[in-house]
């Protein structure tokens, strides 16, 4: 992104004897990640690009905000969807977009750093697969999350100063904008849902990627889809059943827990918070155990191909 | 200490044998050429020695195993494999930021140092580099880690003789301190025939010649033999024997030069004549180091 010098003096002149063995293997993790976020500029790009559609909407639809909430008046229960609506919405395109953008991320990462050679680049430098595989299962689970989090945060803080200001202009009370909860705490259920369902609950999901990202030779995209349609396809003939496509689609749209999630994807303000019933959901543990083995698979793969 | 031990080193895919029991030893300090026709399997045992690929028999560089701790390995050893392996997206201050990052003997002063006496922008992406300016930004890479061997697969592939002279020279002066050893694979063999310091050459997965290149020097001459006294010369058992502009040029190993001064004009014969010599003689057309 920048040039700037990360002052970082340079080791001692010495003999190679005498120079420094190691650096220590938070701070490799750390310039891996730092990588990542280089080469896919799309995990802050795409959330930004989405951010500045929704306020360009949002802007149109405030101007006509002042005439609907007269028409209303009336109705706390239609003026408070009213103004509610697009916070929400604006919510869970931010959220969809995360998505997409992680699985394009996974599906790319370990592929395409064999099919441009550059993977002979990254293998001359002393970083292990298993630093590297880790760093691009983070990128995904930890980072775009966060990302996204402070993306919408910055978006519906100027949705909420817009539809104030233009509340305050046209002589309209804020009690219904500012009633249904601090905005604090909606950003805190916000965060708390990036981090358990974008993140650990679609751990396995990201791991499937990468290692069909270190595995395909060309074409990741239908190797990551076909097999599991064809598991489907060969369960529903065998047995007419369909538990696969099933628990496939319990963690995609699912949540760790339904009660506990009811709605899963759009992140309604009035979920339950509940971490306690979120860490002992077996669907969890069992999500994460699976990613685990995702992610050796994808470490050993990323030792044994060559550039394509 | 040897820098590389190599013992029966074995690689196949499939039914294809692409190192077929090699036996190599480099000693700390030498700049070794490995040099063969294509498909030899040059790359594939340098591929070994890096912990790219997995391999049988035995295999120490710098007393570790490669293939299983390919990433502490990478602290004493820098390759360049290719002149295109540089990531396109990068942007040639990203480079130095990420090796000073993750590379405990990159000096990136030292970095700096090289790539000022370049005409390369800190804010340019490498795809808007030329080859030869994306290779000299891996050179200064490699050069400002204070590593212990440097293997260099084809360095100079594709770029213009200019960029390849000031590679190699560059190579010499600035980085090659003697306590170094450098391993390289090239098609240009006249162009490191004053820069090595050993020869080995691989053919068909295996070492068939292998010799410092004072033994080269002391060991074997080429003699532009007088048409008259070619006959004689041929009882002498040259190694090879080929024509240039009707005249017969015998090449000879380990005969007296006594013997050989009256036969005609004698020289020491190049890297890519002996690799023709050796080569040539028993795989048909070597075309790696035809001229």
Request: hydrophobic residues 50%; contains cysteine; charged residues 20%.
């Amino acid at each position: 992104m920048n040039g700037e010098s990360n002052a970082i003096p340079g080791p001692a002149l010495g003999s190679p004897a005498l120079a420094p063995a190691a650096i220590p293997a938070t701070r490799r993790m750390y310039w891996a990640v730092r990588r990542e976020v280089w080469e896919n500029r799309s995990i802050y790009l795409a959330p930004l690009a989405v951010a500045a559609v929704i306020l360009v909407g949002f802007l149109i639809s405030t101007m006509r905000l002042p005439a609907k909430m007269r028409a209303a008046a009336l109705d706390p229960t239609q003026q408070h969807q009213l103004v509610a609506q697009p916070y929400l919405f604006a919510a869970g395109v931010m959220m969809l977009t995360t998505l997409v953008v992680g699985v394009f991320y996974s599906l790319d990462a370990l592929y395409g750093e064999r099919r441009d050679r550059s993977i002979l680049f990254w293998k001359s430098l002393p970083v292990s697969d298993l630093t590297t595989v880790l760093s691009k299962a983070i990128t995904p689970v930890v980072i775009l999350p966060l990302v996204t989090f402070a993306i919408t945060v910055g978006t519906q803080s100027i949705m909420l100063l817009v539809s104030s200001l233009v509340l305050l202009g046209n002589g309209l009370s804020l009690t219904t904008l500012w009633s249904h909860g601090s905005p604090f705490q909606s950003w805190l259920m916000l965060l708390h849902h990036l981090l358990v369902v974008h993140g650990l609950w679609y751990a396995p999901l990201y791991g499937w990627l990468l290692l069909v990202s270190a595995w395909a030779r060309r074409a990741p995209f239908l190797w990551a889809i076909l097999p599991l349609l064809a598991i489907a396809v060969v369960e529903r003939i065998a047995f007419n059943t369909s538990h696969f496509a099933t628990m496939l689609g319990h963690r995609m749209i699912g949540g760790p827990d339904d009660d506990f999630m009811a709605g899963s994807l759009s992140m309604h303000p009035l979920m339950h918070f509940a971490p306690a019933a979120f860490l002992t959901s077996p669907g969890l543990w069992i999500g994460l155990v699976v990613a685990a083995a995702f992610l050796a698979g994808a470490v050993r793969l990323r030792r044994y191909r060559d550039p394509i | 200490m040897a820098c590389i031990e190599a013992r029966g080193l074995r690689k196949a895919f499939g039914p294809t044998i692409a190192l077929d029991g090699v036996d190599l030893r480099v000693e700390e300090g030498h700049i070794v050429g490995l040099i063969g026709p294509n498909g030899a399997g040059k790359t594939t045992a340098l591929n070994a020695i890096l912990g790219l690929t997995p391999y049988e028999g035995e295999l120490r560089v710098l007393g570790r195993d490669p293939w299983t701790a390919r990433d502490e390995l990478m602290r004493d050893v820098c390759f360049i494999s290719d002149v295109a392996v540089l990531p396109r997206w990068m942007k040639v201050a990203q480079t130095l930021d990420y090796v000073a990052g993750v590379h405990p003997r990159f000096d990136r002063a030292k970095a700096e140092g090289f790539l000022a006496k370049t005409s390369i922008k800190r804010t340019s992406r490498v795809r808007e580099l030329s080859k030869g300016m994306v290779t000299q930004l891996h050179l200064a890479l490699v050069m400002a880690i204070d590593a212990r061997l440097l293997v260099l697969d084809e360095p100079t592939l594709g770029l213009d003789i200019l960029y390849r002279k000031q590679f190699f020279d560059s190579l010499l002066n600035d980085y090659f301190d003697r306590a170094r050893t450098i391993v390289v694979t090239t098609h240009q063999v006249e162009e490191l025939q004053h820069v090595l310091t050993d020869l080995v050459f691989i053919d068909r997965g295996r070492v068939v010649f292998d010799c410092s290149m004072e033994q080269v020097e002391s060991r074997y001459l080429e003699v532009i033999v007088k048409p008259e006294q070619v006959a004689s010369a041929r009882t002498l058992k040259p190694l090879h024997e080929r024509q240039l502009l009707g005249r017969s040029i015998l090449l000879f190993d380990g005969v007296d030069r006594g013997s050989l001064a009256a036969l005609g004009e004698m020289r020491t014969p190049s890297i890519a004549d002996l690799f023709v010599a050796v080569i040539g003689g028993q795989a048909g057309p070597a075309q790696g180091a035809a001229r």
